[in-house]
């Protein structure tokens, strides 16, 4: 399984970006997709998660509100839209696939490689 993110870039303060995550060897659509971030000299921290049927979201508290995770199936493509963002936003976010939506990192077997964002204020 190859996970793709993408979309990362510097940004201002309040603009948006979308991070996306495509996968190869696996369909997400069996599986949850988690983000995660990591700011420098900070610990990897879930973001948001969305589960195998879009049915359920799940947030981090500082970004309810902002984020948005999203699937499209047909192109095996997850989707982190980013609204307002704020300094405190920065870092290299992951995308991962685990069997359930979960915030805890160690119950995701997937990863990919980590696009930078970069929000200054």
């Known amino acids: 399984v190859q996970l793709q993110a993408s979309g990362g870039g510097s940004v201002q303060a309040g603009a948006s970006l979308r991070l996306s995550c495509a996968a190869s060897?696996?369909?997400?659509?069996?599986?949850?997709t988690g983000w995660f971030r990591q700011g420098e000299g900070k610990e990897r921290e879930f973001v948001a998660a969305i589960s195998w049927n879009a049915g359920m979201t799940r947030y981090t508290d500082s970004v309810e509100g902002r984020f948005t995770v999203s699937r499209d199936d047909a192109k095996n493509t997850v989707y982190l839209q980013m609204n307002d963002l704020k300094p405190e936003d920065t870092g290299v976010y992951y995308c991962a696939v685990g069997a359930v939506i979960v915030s805890a990192s160690d119950m995701y077997e997937y990863w990919g490689q980590g696009t930078q964002v970069t929000v200054s204020s």
């Open positions: 060897g696996r369909t997400l659509s069996d599986s949850a």
